[in-house]
Nanobody
Framework: VQLQASGGGLVQAGGSLRLSCALSGFRLIDYGIGWFRQAPGQEREGIAYIRGSGGGTYYADSAKGRFTVSRDNAKNTVYLQMNSLKPEDTAIYYC??????????????????WGQGTQVTVSS
């Protein structure tokens, strides 16, 4: 099982980035994928989640209206489109595999496998 996050970088406030999470060793339809982020000195925060079966999506309040999680089953890849980025979005972003119940999708311990993270820096 491997998850490979990519697509981070430096962007000005108001800009956009699309993160990718390439998956191997399992089928995307069998597991949910969560996106988390961690800023220096802060706890890891759940941002978005997409279910394996059915593809339902969930968002943290900080992401609603700006971020969109999607998937391409043929490519076994999950994406996080981030628009209207703010300096407070600066963090390392991680994707993770899990099967959390809906009420616990933001709980990092619900995820057994994690990607290596990709840095997102938003300048003001």
């Amino acid at each position: 099982v491997q998850l490979q996050a990519s697509g981070g970088g430096l962007v000005q406030a108001g800009g956009s980035l699309r993160l990718s999470c390439a998956l191997s060793g399992f089928r995307l339809i069998d597991y949910g994928i969560g996106w988390f982020r961690q800023a220096p000195g802060q706890e890891r925060e759940g941002i978005a989640y997409i279910r394996g079966s059915g593809g339902g999506t969930y968002y943290a309040d900080s992401a609603k209206g700006r971020f969109t999680v999607s998937r391409d089953n043929a490519k076994n890849t999950v994406y996080l489109q981030m628009n209207s980025l703010k300096p407070e979005d600066t963090a390392i972003y991680y994707c993770a595999r899990g099967r959390p119940v809906a009420s616990a999708w933001r709980t990092s311990t619900m995820y057994a496998y994690w990607g290596q993270g990709t840095q997102v820096t938003v300048s003001s």
